[in-house]
């Protein structure tokens, strides 16, 4: 079992709509969570982060994380081309482990 | 805003050579890290380090090393390059609590 699980996609959405990513993991002492954006040919971008259950707002962003479900998600609202990239769920337990990616399109 | 540098964004080297990739950070970060991307695999932990000459062992290590002389600067070593060492390397930096800022990274072909 990987240690972070996201589905790869990809994910396409009409500009405008909610873009909902999913993200689990196997570490139930998981401690901090982290969602990054990544454009092609392009480093990891942190844009989000969260510790404790419940969701954090910023922005268009929304990130929510169930421990129990061992589960977290990035809701982006109003979707922008410009939001075309890749999305990388982060978990830290012992050490930070990626997944693979969700690859989210914004249809104009 | 965290900076984070890496010496070179393209290589090229052949098989063989001895490669070195340079990070350097400016936040007075404890904890560096180097990683690789590859299509498919995702991002994998080479090495990292907490500490001025301290380093570990990240996931994939074999065929690498790295040096630590400075706070601010982390150094990867290719100590002879295989083709299967052509990637994507990022570098990382971060404090409590693992917010990890990357570099630019840096594509590196071994022909």
């Known amino acids: 079992q990987k240690e972070v699980e996201q589905n790869s996609g990809p994910l396409s959405v009409p500009e405008g709509a909610i873009a909902s990513l999913n993200c689990t993991y196997s570490d139930r002492v998981s401690q901090s969570f982290f969602w990054y954006r990544q454009y092609s040919g392009k480093s990891p971008e942190l844009i989000m982060s969260?510790?404790?259950?419940g969701d954090k707002e910023d922005g268009r962003f929304t990130a929510q994380l169930n421990k129990a479900s061992q589960y977290v998600s990035l809701l982006i609202r109003d979707s922008q081309p410009s939001d075309s990239a890749t999305y990388l769920c982060?978990?830290?337990?012992?050490?930070?482990?990626f997944g693979a990616g969700t690859t989210v399109t914004v249809r104009a | 805003d965290v900076k984070v540098t890496q010496s070179s964004r393209y290589l090229v080297k052949r098989t063989g050579e001895k490669v070195f990739l340079e990070c350097v950070q400016d936040?007075?970060?404890?904890?560096m890290f180097w990683y690789r991307q590859d299509p498919g695999l995702g991002l994998r932990l080479i090495y990292f380090s907490y500490d001025v000459k301290m380093k570990e062992k990240g996931d994939i290590p074999e065929g690498y090393s790295v040096s630590r002389e400075k706070k601010e600067r982390f150094s990867l070593i290719l100590e002879s390059a295989s083709t299967n060492q052509t990637s994507m390397y990022l570098c990382?930096?971060?404090?409590?609590?693992?917010?990890?800022?990357f570099g630019p990274g840096t594509r590196l072909t071994v022909t």
């Open positions: 936040m007075d970060h404890e904890n």
């Open positions: 982060a978990v830290r337990s012992y050490k930070l482990s």
């Open positions: 990382a930096s971060s404090s409590e609590p693992y917010e990890q800022y």
């Open positions: 969260i510790y404790s259950n």
